[in-house]
């Protein structure tokens, strides 16, 4: 008797011992690796589309300065992803290696949450495919790299969909009809879901758009139920406002109107407009300088538009957005492939990027509308939800305007579908064989029709068949991979021309790409190498003068020709002004000299003498030029840069430098970090006058000095967005 007593206690130990899912752990282990391969591949160094915003404006709150960024902005964000980079700004610095990492976990939740959503509706080997795929889709992948509110808000919504998705399957399994919940897990659900679903609308402001739609779900979701589905529609909207709250009260108090955000103002006038000139909206909203104000005013203009000719609104802009929002866009910046046409993107990034992104997708999407359909029906309505999700954003693609990132928050969810499909794929084939009656014949309908519909709308956008049509022959992953095997022969080029190989550098020039400004600006700086002024000069004319690139070698070469004048007006071009990297450029590719005296004197000629800095400027009270001090890079410990050629030679002692630590008043002027050829000589604490600050050299240097500077950067505000160090005149070796 004991001994069978003491069997099943062993039994039932051995049941309750956690059994680790090794299918799911492997997915996730590619998901993470697939993540981290991003940071080895990614060939994309600065910000893209709202990223520098989201950065600026947390490095502002993490200084103690609160949200006076917005005083000067076009719009108001939603707070929460600004937070959560605000709080590790502070604690951490402007390491942006740590937050890509917090992003990467979260991307992998979501992975997970995704898991155990598809095994609640439809078994474990759904859920493990929907996590496959969610893992491996080159967006969720890529996100996480990026300053952008995607990851962080596919987590929040995800939870919000799993509470109430369990809410549901609750609350059916009470027959009674009442107004509110009664018991402890259809109240906690209820309330999570709300309680996300405000943290969701902190993330991104469309939530608030989404939330009538809600009582469609509710009332799908409590079994077409009027009482239930009012009452928890009712207690979801409280806890919504309760979690809203706190931000849509701040904006009342400083603008006079509570909201969450007042990007849908601009973004409706924008899209209503013929030609999206963002100028032009941005000039005219920020004539208005309340922000509630301006959100009215933005929707107030683009009715006008809608009015004036309703036809072209539908017809002409909203259908084709509608069409848009489904289509691929091959050099859309959040894909970091943006360069392909230029020979700057990898073969690995582009193969990855054509087989995880695009072929996937269209798979993937194509699968997701025929799980959509044949998937059976669950107590969870989760696919009501999904359907529901997917229209609104087309709704508001219609009305505003559509960009690839948009649909990743619709594509996330759509792969859970998609992985209904492959894992019933047998159930799948059934259904469509069953005995056809006349009340599923349009479901039996929409099963063939909306995969067939979804390829018609993108297939005409994916590359390959793009490019066999005709439609673009420019655009792709076979022309991406190979422009990069033509341009390194240009890099090549770069390399000899920097050791004097000008013959040699000709020669790697000419199997480079023709049509490429880079190859072009590398064959004139040659020819100016070789003493051909004016074949160079009338080369790098020719070639794109929108990009710095072209303007920075024109003004070196009438440098070389003792020109000031025009290398002035080179260096003064918007183009350069704009490039917040033209003097890592020039770093890299122009060659120096030894300096007279070894002096560097910062400011309009100092073109490949400097890395990592702004653009020069004129102080008000010395009349003298300087550069501030850029952004320290993705570790936030990365340095500035000033080079003396040659200068390892001489035997020198010391070096002195000309700084002023300008802060605003709430701000401490920074400590300098000082380095040379890497080692550290000395740390500095600047003031907000100019100073002169001298430090020992070590006597071990040789070849080029390369002074570094390291100091905490500030973002002045909105007016001015630039990430700014220390303000530095002058260096000298003695």
């Not at 993937?364 to 959509?372: E, V, Y």
């Not at 033209?582 to 004197?601: H, I, M, S």
């Not at 070590?698 to 160090?725: C, K, Q």
Request: net charge positive.
């Amino acid at each position: 008797m004991r001994t069978s007593q003491q069997g099943l206690t062993t039994a039932l130990k051995k049941q309750s011992r956690f059994r680790p899912d090794w299918v799911l752990l492997a997915i996730l282990g590619a998901g993470l690796a697939l993540r981290l391969l991003v940071w080895l591949i990614a060939t994309h160094r600065y910000f893209v589309i709202d990223e520098a915003e989201y950065y600026q404006i947390s490095s502002i709150l993490a200084d103690g300065r609160g949200w006076q960024f917005y005083d000067g902005a076009t719009w108001v964000r939603p707070p929460l992803f600004i937070l959560m980079l605000a709080g590790f700004f502070k604690f951490f610095g402007h390491d942006l290696i740590i937050i890509r990492l917090v992003q990467i976990c979260l991307s992998l939740a979501s992975v997970y949450l995704l898991y155990w959503l598809g095994k609640r509706l439809y078994g474990r080997r759904t859920g493990l495919v929907a996590a496959l795929l969610a893992s491996v889709a080159w967006p969720f992948v890529v996100f996480p790299y990026l300053l952008l509110s995607e990851t962080l808000f596919i987590l929040l919504f995800l939870l919000t969909v799993c509470f109430f998705a369990e809410f549901f399957a609750s609350s059916k399994t009470d027959s009674r009809n009442k107004w509110l919940p009664e018991n402890r897990k259809e109240w906690l659900t209820l309330v999570g879901g709300s309680f996300f679903l405000g943290l969701s609308a902190l993330t991104r402001g469309q939530v608030l758009s989404f939330v009538p739609f809600l009582a469609i779900w509710f009332w799908i979701g409590t079994g077409r139920k009027w009482k239930p589905a009012i009452g928890a529609f009712v207690v979801m909207l409280i806890i919504f406002a309760i979690t809203v709250s706190p931000w849509a009260l701040r904006n009342a108090s400083v603008y006079g109107r509570p909201f969450i955000d007042n990007t849908g103002g601009y973004n409706f006038f924008l899209g209503a407009m013929k030609g999206r000139n963002g100028a032009l909206v941005s000039q005219t909203l920020e004539a208005v300088k309340n922000m509630a104000e301006r959100d009215s005013v933005g929707y107030q203009k683009g009715l006008e538009i809608f009015f004036k000719d309703p036809a072209s609104f539908i017809f002409d802009k909203g259908f084709k957005e509608a069409l848009d929002f489904w289509q691929i866009n091959f050099g859309a910046d959040e894909r970091l492939s943006a360069g392909y046409s230029l020979g700057q993107i990898n073969p690995p990034w582009l193969l990855l990027d054509a087989t995880l992104n695009d072929l996937l997708y269209v798979v993937a999407g194509a699968l997701a509308m025929l799980g959509l359909v044949t998937a059976p029906s669950s107590s969870r309505a989760v696919r009501s939800f999904v359907v529901i999700w997917t229209a609104q954003n087309m709704i508001l693609a219609f009305a505003f305007f559509a960009v690839t990132r948009f649909r990743v928050s619709v594509y996330f969810f759509l792969l859970l579908y998609a992985a209904y499909t492959l894992a019933n794929w047998r159930e799948v084939l059934a259904w469509f064989k069953r005995p056809l009656r006349n009340s599923q014949f349009l479901r039996y309908a929409a099963g063939l029709v909306l995969p067939v519909l979804f390829l018609a709308a993108v297939l005409p956008s994916y590359g390959p068949i793009a490019y066999l049509t005709g439609l673009d022959n420019q655009w792709g992953t076979a022309r991406g991979i190979e422009r990069w095997n033509e341009q390194q022969n240009a890099q090549e080029g770069d390399r000899l021309r920097l050791e004097g190989k000008y013959q040699e550098a000709l020669d790697a020039y000419a199997k480079a790409d023709q049509s490429v400004p880079a190859t072009q600006i590398g064959i004139g700086l040659t020819e100016a190498a070789l003493g051909r002024f004016d074949d160079a000069i009338g080369r790098i004319g020719r070639t794109s003068q929108d990009i710095s690139q072209s303007h920075i070698a024109l003004g070196y070469i009438y440098l070389l020709q003792g020109n000031k004048a025009y290398a002035r007006g080179e260096f003064n071009t918007r183009q350069v002004g704009l490039d917040q990297q033209a003097d890592e450029w020039a770093w890299e590719k122009l060659p120096t000299a030894p300096l007279p005296d070894n002096t560097l004197a910062i400011g309009e000629f100092d073109w490949g003498y400097t890395y990592g800095f702004q653009t020069y400027e004129k102080d008000a009270q010395t009349g003298k030029l300087y550069r501030w001090t850029s952004g320290r890079g993705d570790s936030g410990q990365e340095l500035a840069r000033l080079k003396f050629p040659n200068a390892g030679t001489q035997h020198l002692a010391e070096v002195n430098l000309r700084l002023r630590g300008f802060r605003p008043d709430s701000l401490t002027p920074p400590l300098v970090e000082v380095y040379a050829n890497g080692q550290l000589l000395g740390k500095v604490q600047t003031s907000r006058n100019w100073e002169t600050y001298n430090l020992k050299l070590p006597s071990n240097l040789s070849g080029d000095i390369i002074i570094g500077l390291g100091a905490d950067t500030f973002v002045p505000g909105s007016n001015s967005r630039r990430e700014l160090g220390v303000m530095v005149e002058s260096a000298t070796l003695k």
